[in-house]
């Protein structure tokens, strides 16, 4: 029989006590090895972005070849039922004074408090990943200057089409391009409105609302159906793709008020299509940018893109065309690519990652001078004084049952010269005019 003596239970409790620090010891090494991930607003894709990392633990973590956790979720409000509702904090401060706090996801959305929060982490060297297209449009060269400043990232996959990776190959996989064009459907919501209007011949008020209902559109939709939403984005790709600063507020910009399913009929009538396309083409030693609605051929590669998808066609001087489509918004998808830049941020802790945009002012072009051909409806009895004011080279669509108007387009004509012409005829045009996009 072991009878235990004094001496012998001294022992174990110093066991004990050393494989007590030991796994302290382990668990210190393990949190400094750790990196630690900060979300900032946990509304549709912050909470995405949690989502994401924890449900796909094993696999992010492999990716980024390190462990990483969320430890802080930054918000005004608390969550006492959510199942990380218990890493809410909500002082900022708290989250930029932790060292091992390496990356940052602000999801915020705005300019204010996102701009300043982005500001000072990027200061202290912390990687920032964003969706915040508001805040990359307005101050993207300056965050990303003041990232390489402090060794560290400021990345914005998800701030331009969700979920489609387009970013990344614009700064990665094409770097051997000059490219030479960028047109995209780059907003859900007026997709889907011009898809319904197009296929189930529904008027706009009506499939507004049934967006709004469904989620798709805003309570106030106006940054959706005006093109604000758009011009964003169109102003991002547009400074990757110069690699200089192309400002949103001159990008000259139209939405899809106005817009009605007559139409779509013309438009059938023609093998053709209505979509709200954001520009972005070379223009010599000018860019060409807008947003517009456009009439495009049945053969654009664009024609195609339905629904709530998006998609940018991508044209380089060596690889000719290439075309990413998805889905451009919603929790899961922008929450994807907010995190694929976590990963790409974490495999480089204190490294740059290079981007090639400049705070120098890209030159713009200005519209009137561009060529191209419209489409407007016109009322039928004012057919001779349209062919006087346009010309005979006009081709006039006629729509079965419909005799008292008819669609006009025009020639290939300048912006400034068709809206001289047409303001000529204004009293007898209906509707809005549209430009025609064309396969080139």
């Given amino acids: 029989m072991n009878i235990p003596t004094k001496n012998k239970t001294v022992r174990q409790s110093r066991a004990e006590r050393s494989a007590g620090n030991g796994n302290a010891v382990c668990r210190r090494r393990k949190e400094e090895k750790m990196i630690k ?19 796909n633990k094993e696999l992010v973590n492999k990716k980024a070849g390190e462990e990483l956790e969320v430890t802080y979720i930054l918000d005004l409000l608390d969550f006492p039922d959510d199942p990380y509702g218990d890493r809410v904090v909500h002082d900022f401060d708290r989250i930029l004074a932790d060292d091992q706090v390496k990356i940052i996801c602000e999801t915020m959305g705005g300019v204010g408090k996102a701009y300043e929060f ?3 982490a990027l ?3 912390k990687s920032v990943c964003t969706s915040n297209k508001e805040l990359v449009a307005a101050h993207g060269p300056e965050l990303i200057r003041l990232a390489h400043t402090h060794n560290c990232n400021y990345l914005f996959e998800a701030s331009v089409g969700g979920g489609i990776p387009i970013i990344r190959p614009l700064n990665y996989s094409l770097t051997a ?11 859900g919501t007026t997709n889907y409105i011009l898809s319904k209007m197009e296929y189930e011949g529904a008027d706009y008020d009506t499939v507004l609302k049934e967006a709004q209902e469904k989620g798709y559109a805003e309570r106030n939709p106006e940054a959706d159906v005006e093109g604000y939403d758009a011009c964003r ?9 110069t690699g200089k600063n192309v400002d949103y507020r001159k990008i000259y910009t139209e939405g899809i008020t106005g817009v009605g399913p007559r139409d779509f009929e013309y438009a059938k009538k023609l093998d053709m299509s209505i979509k709200l396309l954001a520009v972005s083409k070379e223009a010599g030693e000018k860019t060409l940018a807008m947003v517009s ?6 053969a ?4 195609m893109v339905n629904g709530v998808f998006n998609a940018v066609f991508v044209r380089g001087n060596m690889l000719g065309d290439s075309m990413y489509y998805g889905r451009g918004a919603g929790k899961l998808p922008t929450a994807s690519a907010v995190v694929s830049d976590v990963i790409d941020c974490a495999r480089h802790i204190g490294k740059v990652i290079m981007c090639f945009w400049d705070q120098e002012e890209a030159e713009l072009l200005d519209i009137d001078s561009v060529r191209r051909r419209f489409f407007f409806r016109v009322k039928s009895q004012a057919l001779d004084t349209v062919r006087e004011v346009f010309g005979n080279d006009i081709l006039e669509v006629q729509l079965d049952g419909v005799p008292e108007e008819c669609g006009i387009v025009t020639s290939v004509m300048s912006e400034a010269d068709f809206a001289e012409c047409h303001k000529k005829i204004s009293d007898a045009a209906i509707g809005r005019r549209l430009r025609m996009e064309a396969v080139e």
Avoid: C, W
């Fill in 37 to 55: 991930i900060a979300v900032l607003g946990y509304g549709t894709v912050g909470s995405g972005v949690v989502e994401v990392i924890e449900k």
């Fill in 118 to 120: 982005t500001a000072k």
């Fill in 123 to 125: 200061e202290a060297g």
């Fill in 177 to 187: 391009e000059r490219i030479q064009a960028i047109t995209g459907i780059l907003n």
């Fill in 233 to 241: 984005k169109i102003a991002i790709l547009s400074s990757l793709m």
């Fill in 293 to 298: 609605p456009f009439l495009i051929d049945s």
């Fill in 300 to 303: 654009h590669p664009l024609h």
